[in-house]
Protein backbone atom coordinates (compact mmCIF):
# COMPACT_ATOMS: atom_id res chain seq x y z
CA UNK A 1 0.00 0.00 0.00
CA UNK A 2 0.58 3.71 -0.53
CA UNK A 3 2.15 5.48 2.44
CA UNK A 4 0.70 8.88 2.61
CA UNK A 5 3.58 11.68 3.36
CA UNK A 6 3.13 14.83 5.34
CA UNK A 7 3.65 17.61 3.72
CA UNK A 8 6.04 20.64 4.34
CA UNK A 9 3.26 22.70 6.04
CA UNK A 10 1.45 19.71 8.46
CA UNK A 11 5.50 18.60 9.11
CA UNK A 12 5.79 22.46 10.44
CA UNK A 13 2.19 21.99 12.43
CA UNK A 14 3.58 19.23 13.88
CA UNK A 15 6.98 20.72 15.09
CA UNK A 16 5.17 23.71 16.52
CA UNK A 17 3.36 21.77 19.04
CA UNK A 18 5.98 19.34 20.15
CA UNK A 19 8.11 22.86 20.44
CA UNK A 20 5.16 24.26 22.83
CA UNK A 21 5.63 24.88 26.58
CA UNK A 22 3.35 22.64 28.62
CA UNK A 23 1.95 24.93 31.42
CA UNK A 24 0.25 27.04 29.26
CA UNK A 25 -3.17 26.14 27.25
CA UNK A 26 -4.10 25.71 23.55
CA UNK A 27 -7.12 27.54 22.00
CA UNK A 28 -8.98 25.56 19.86
CA UNK A 29 -11.00 27.57 17.85
CA UNK A 30 -13.34 25.73 15.97
CA UNK A 31 -14.97 27.90 13.32
CA UNK A 32 -16.75 25.37 11.38
CA UNK A 33 -20.24 23.47 11.03
CA UNK A 34 -21.75 20.44 9.28
CA UNK A 35 -21.12 22.36 6.12
CA UNK A 36 -17.57 21.92 6.28
CA UNK A 37 -17.70 18.94 9.03
CA UNK A 38 -16.28 16.97 5.65
CA UNK A 39 -12.71 18.57 6.12
CA UNK A 40 -12.83 20.42 9.13
CA UNK A 41 -13.92 17.46 11.31
CA UNK A 42 -10.78 15.51 10.52
CA UNK A 43 -8.48 18.67 11.19
CA UNK A 44 -10.08 18.89 14.72
CA UNK A 45 -9.64 15.22 15.19
CA UNK A 46 -5.86 15.15 14.27
CA UNK A 47 -4.90 18.10 16.15
CA UNK A 48 -7.53 16.68 19.35
CA UNK A 49 -5.24 13.73 19.10
CA UNK A 50 -1.95 15.22 19.21
CA UNK A 51 -2.92 17.23 22.15
CA UNK A 52 -4.31 13.87 23.67
CA UNK A 53 -1.34 12.10 22.85
CA UNK A 54 1.21 14.64 24.12
CA UNK A 55 -0.63 15.72 26.92
CA UNK A 56 -1.50 19.34 26.52
CA UNK A 57 -4.08 21.08 28.21
CA UNK A 58 -6.59 22.63 25.55
CA UNK A 59 -9.47 24.96 25.57
CA UNK A 60 -12.55 24.30 22.65
CA UNK A 61 -14.02 27.99 21.54
CA UNK A 62 -15.87 29.12 19.05
CA UNK A 63 -16.81 32.64 17.75
CA UNK A 64 -17.82 32.49 14.52
CA UNK A 65 -20.02 29.16 14.03
CA UNK A 66 -22.58 28.25 17.54
CA UNK A 67 -22.56 24.76 16.34
CA UNK A 68 -18.15 24.48 16.70
CA UNK A 69 -18.05 23.80 20.17
CA UNK A 70 -20.27 21.41 20.00
CA UNK A 71 -19.43 19.34 16.94
CA UNK A 72 -15.68 19.63 18.58
CA UNK A 73 -16.92 18.41 21.21
CA UNK A 74 -18.29 15.23 20.22
CA UNK A 75 -15.12 14.59 18.90
CA UNK A 76 -13.01 14.92 21.98
CA UNK A 77 -14.98 12.92 23.97
CA UNK A 78 -14.86 10.15 21.06
CA UNK A 79 -10.94 10.35 21.20
CA UNK A 80 -10.42 10.97 25.25
CA UNK A 81 -10.54 7.91 26.20
CA UNK A 82 -8.13 6.37 24.25
CA UNK A 83 -5.51 8.40 25.80
CA UNK A 84 -7.23 8.33 29.47
CA UNK A 85 -8.12 12.12 29.21
CA UNK A 86 -10.61 13.43 31.20
CA UNK A 87 -13.20 17.03 30.64
CA UNK A 88 -12.36 19.37 33.12
CA UNK A 89 -8.85 18.37 33.84
CA UNK A 90 -7.03 17.69 30.37
CA UNK A 91 -9.52 19.71 28.13
CA UNK A 92 -12.07 22.25 28.47
CA UNK A 93 -14.93 23.64 26.39
CA UNK A 94 -15.47 27.67 26.29
CA UNK A 95 -18.68 27.29 24.01
CA UNK A 96 -19.64 29.72 21.64
CA UNK A 97 -19.22 33.48 22.94
CA UNK A 98 -21.01 36.19 20.29
CA UNK A 99 -19.43 39.61 19.50
CA UNK A 100 -16.86 39.02 16.91
CA UNK A 101 -13.55 40.63 16.78
CA UNK A 102 -14.39 43.31 19.41
CA UNK A 103 -14.67 39.91 21.66
CA UNK A 104 -11.33 38.35 20.67
CA UNK A 105 -9.53 41.78 21.17
CA UNK A 106 -10.94 41.66 24.97
CA UNK A 107 -10.34 37.96 25.06
CA UNK A 108 -6.66 38.65 24.70
CA UNK A 109 -6.16 40.83 27.62
CA UNK A 110 -8.93 39.11 30.69
CA UNK A 111 -10.11 35.38 29.78
CA UNK A 112 -11.55 34.78 32.67
CA UNK A 113 -13.59 37.47 31.98
CA UNK A 114 -14.80 36.83 28.73
CA UNK A 115 -15.31 33.23 28.87
CA UNK A 116 -17.21 33.17 32.54
CA UNK A 117 -18.19 29.74 32.57
CA UNK A 118 -17.68 26.49 30.45
CA UNK A 119 -20.74 24.51 28.56
CA UNK A 120 -21.66 22.74 31.53
CA UNK A 121 -22.03 25.87 33.32
CA UNK A 122 -19.16 25.46 35.94
CA UNK A 123 -17.26 28.56 36.79
CA UNK A 124 -13.88 29.12 34.99
CA UNK A 125 -11.88 29.00 38.07
CA UNK A 126 -13.40 26.31 39.45
CA UNK A 127 -12.23 24.17 35.96
CA UNK A 128 -8.63 22.18 36.48
CA UNK A 129 -8.01 23.39 33.20
CA UNK A 130 -7.75 26.60 33.58
CA UNK A 131 -5.86 26.36 36.38
CA UNK A 132 -3.64 30.20 36.12
CA UNK A 133 -5.23 30.78 32.95
CA UNK A 134 -5.91 34.73 32.44
CA UNK A 135 -4.50 36.49 29.22
CA UNK A 136 -2.63 36.23 26.22
CA UNK A 137 0.70 35.21 28.28
CA UNK A 138 -0.97 32.17 29.26
CA UNK A 139 -1.57 30.64 25.76
CA UNK A 140 0.77 28.44 23.78
CA UNK A 141 -0.96 28.49 20.50
CA UNK A 142 -3.82 29.47 18.75
CA UNK A 143 -4.91 26.52 16.09
CA UNK A 144 -8.09 28.07 14.06
CA UNK A 145 -9.40 25.07 12.27
CA UNK A 146 -12.13 26.59 9.85
CA UNK A 147 -13.82 27.15 6.33
CA UNK A 148 -14.11 30.76 6.69
CA UNK A 149 -11.68 34.09 6.50
CA UNK A 150 -10.96 33.49 10.78
CA UNK A 151 -7.56 33.84 10.46
CA UNK A 152 -7.39 37.41 9.54
CA UNK A 153 -8.48 38.36 12.89
CA UNK A 154 -6.38 36.02 14.97
CA UNK A 155 -3.33 37.61 13.01
CA UNK A 156 -4.46 41.33 13.41
CA UNK A 157 -5.77 41.07 17.15
CA UNK A 158 -3.20 38.37 18.37
CA UNK A 159 -0.59 37.13 16.82
CA UNK A 160 0.48 40.78 15.49
CA UNK A 161 -0.32 42.25 18.70
CA UNK A 162 1.28 39.80 20.84
CA UNK A 163 2.92 37.81 19.12
CA UNK A 164 0.61 34.80 20.09
CA UNK A 165 1.52 31.42 18.00
CA UNK A 166 -1.11 29.84 15.33
CA UNK A 167 -2.14 26.74 13.56
CA UNK A 168 -4.20 26.93 11.34
CA UNK A 169 -6.10 23.80 9.86
CA UNK A 170 -8.74 25.49 6.77
CA UNK A 171 -10.88 23.77 4.30
CA UNK A 172 -9.23 23.57 0.72
CA UNK A 173 -10.36 26.50 -0.50
CA UNK A 174 -8.71 28.55 1.94
CA UNK A 175 -5.38 26.97 1.67
CA UNK A 176 -3.96 28.77 -0.90
CA UNK A 177 -4.44 32.16 1.05
CA UNK A 178 -2.81 30.69 4.10
CA UNK A 179 0.62 30.00 2.49
CA UNK A 180 1.48 33.67 2.47
CA UNK A 181 1.04 33.40 6.55
CA UNK A 182 2.76 30.60 6.55
CA UNK A 183 6.05 31.90 4.69
CA UNK A 184 5.71 35.31 6.64
CA UNK A 185 5.75 33.40 9.54
CA UNK A 186 2.78 34.55 11.00
CA UNK A 187 1.24 31.07 11.65
CA UNK A 188 3.39 28.14 12.40
CA UNK A 189 1.93 25.42 10.14
CA UNK A 190 -0.91 24.13 7.65
CA UNK A 191 -3.15 21.18 7.59
CA UNK A 192 -4.95 21.71 4.25
CA UNK A 193 -8.32 20.36 2.96
CA UNK A 194 -9.27 18.92 0.13
CA UNK A 195 -8.02 19.94 -2.92
Excluded at 101 to 118: F, H, Y
Excluded at 129 to 145: L, N, S
Amino acid sequence: PTRMKPSPAVRCMYQAIEGLPRDKLIILSVSWDVGTRGENGPHTAAFMHHLFKSGRRFAIFGWAYPTGPTLAQQIAQSLAPRYGRRYGTDWVNWGFKAGGTPMLQALAKDIPGIIVEDIRHTPIARVPAMAGIKDYHDIAMVIDITGTSSLDAWVAFWQGPYGVPLGYGCTGVMGPEAFPYLDAGQIKGVLNGLV
